[in-house]
């Protein structure tokens, strides 16, 4: 839904569509109606061990964290920085916790529900966000709450990098 969101309201933005077989499959029907379909493509693979591509400028990663174990979000924010042109952007949406995982309710509430539904899931604080994006290298790290139970977690690549 983002890929098909996000490019009209920047003309010029291509946006590339990640996943299984499967959800790439289902993702076909959706982008012709959205009038993007010159703009979006879609690409199999398996984001906790295929390469993410590379030159991208934005890396938009939502609600896939809290699925993951800390180790693969790790592994899983090295590859969007090597997917990324310098001066490129990683923007992950998910539940994002306080220090003591306390809240926001409705985060701490759904990290219980990955300890139920996932082998490893969890919902994460900002801090835990911050040392993955830091460690990948990434710099400018802001947290930004959005309306709603998501917050946002965002960095960029350095022009250097």
């Not at 609600?63 to 997917?83: F, G, K, V």
């Not at 996932?118 to 993955?132: D, K, L, M, Q, V």
């Amino acid at each position: 839904g983002y890929c098909i969101a996000f490019p009209p309201a920047n003309p010029p933005l291509p946006a590339t569509i990640l996943g299984l077989e499967p959800g790439t499959e289902v993702a076909q029907p959706a982008i012709g109606p959205g009038g993007v379909k010159d703009r979006v493509t879609t690409k199999v693979g398996d984001l906790n061990k295929d390469p993410l591509g590379e030159g991208y400028d934005l890396v938009f990663l939502s609600a896939i964290y809290h699925m993951n174990s800390e180790e693969q979000n790790r592994d899983l924010t090295h590859r969007a920085m090597q997917a990324l042109a310098p001066g490129g952007m990683i923007a992950v949406q998910d539940f994002i916790l306080n220090a003591d995982k306390s809240g926001p309710y409705t985060g701490a509430l759904f990290s219980l529900n990955m300890l139920v539904a996932t082998p490893e899931g969890a919902s994460y604080s900002i801090a835990e966000y911050s040392e993955w994006l830091t460690e990948a290298g990434f710099v400018d790290i802001r947290h930004l709450q959005l309306p709603g139970p998501a917050g946002l977690i965002v960095g960029r690549r350095p022009e250097s990098a």
